[in-house]
Structure formats: structure tokens, C-alpha cells
């Protein structure tokens, strides 16, 4: 990713809470929530990988 996102203090408050919460669900790990979030991410960008892949034409080869 090429994009740098700026929050704003509120903004920068709910995504703490949300991070403070995720790091509860697994038991105050961090390291655990972490790996967890890893593969979260891995499997929302194949979701996506594959649905802008259905959307797309493939392209034509030559022959």
C-alpha cells in the first residue's frame, strides 16, 4: 500500500479502542493479536483480489 491516511484525534480514539479491544479477545497478547490480524488481512485481500478480478475482462491473447 502507497497511501499515507491521516487521522484526526476522534478518529485516532476509536481506532485505539478498537485495538485495545482486539488485543483483549486475545488475552492481552499482542504478539497473538498481531498474527491474528496478519491472517485477517490475508484472507480480506484474496476476497478482494478475486472479486475485482471477476469484475475485470481478462485480456485477450494473441493467437
Same mark, same amino acid.
Given at each position: ?12 480514539? /476509536? %481506532? ?11 488475552? &492481552?497478547?499482542?504478539? @497473538? ?5 496478519? /491472517? %485477517? ?11 475485482? &478480478?471477476?469484475?475485470? @475482462? ?6
Amino acid at each position: 500500500m502507497d497511501q499515507i491516511v491521516r487521522l484526526d484525534s476522534r478518529q485516532e480514539a /476509536v %481506532l485505539q479502542a478498537t485495538a485495545d479491544k482486539f488485543i483483549a479477545l486475545h488475552k &492481552g497478547d499482542a504478539v @497473538k493479536a498481531l498474527k491474528e490480524m496478519i /491472517v %485477517l488481512n490475508g484472507h480480506l485481500q484474496q476476497r478482494l483480489d478475486a472479486l475485482s &478480478g471477476s469484475r475485470q @475482462k481478462p485480456p485477450l491473447l494473441p493467437g
